[in-house]
């Protein structure tokens, strides 16, 4: 989603951010299909992006509902509130914290913390070593993750 995103708010250019946003869809979905735990990190971070208003091209509308359709095809898991509430909350927190904390402080370390969004990282660690999770989730977690920061350097080395 990160090349989607700066495709669409940095070249201005639809068609493309609007591919990669389905492609997004499309994987995210079929991972919350086939794990519950993609289930509640991709679901969390649509619910948390949509109310901190994060959902705000058509690009993202698309992608969206690309991956609902995925999960009302797939089936959606049978999830457990808490645990969603706890994800939802901390991409919140990330999603805030990224905005806002540089024009709080200069604290270099929460800078960094919300600069990569560690609230979340933190999360589904905690919630795989409580054995909520696998810990392999949040191993695949943390490459998803990687990949995301790897998708912003790759857009601007190309542009």
Known sequence: MKYSDDLFDVNNNLNYATIFGILC???SGLAAVYSI???YIFIAILI???LVLKVDGIHHIISLITFVIILLIG???NLNMVVL???ILAIISDEVGHEMISKVTQDRFLNLFFEYRFVMKIAVFLLAVCGVFDIWAFICFMMFEIAYVIAGIIFESLN
């Open 85 to 87: 509430l706890i994800c």
């Open 75 to 77: 089936g959606i898991p």
């Open 25 to 27: 869809g499309v994987a």
């Open 37 to 39: 735990e993609a289930a």
């Open 48 to 50: 948390g992006n949509f």
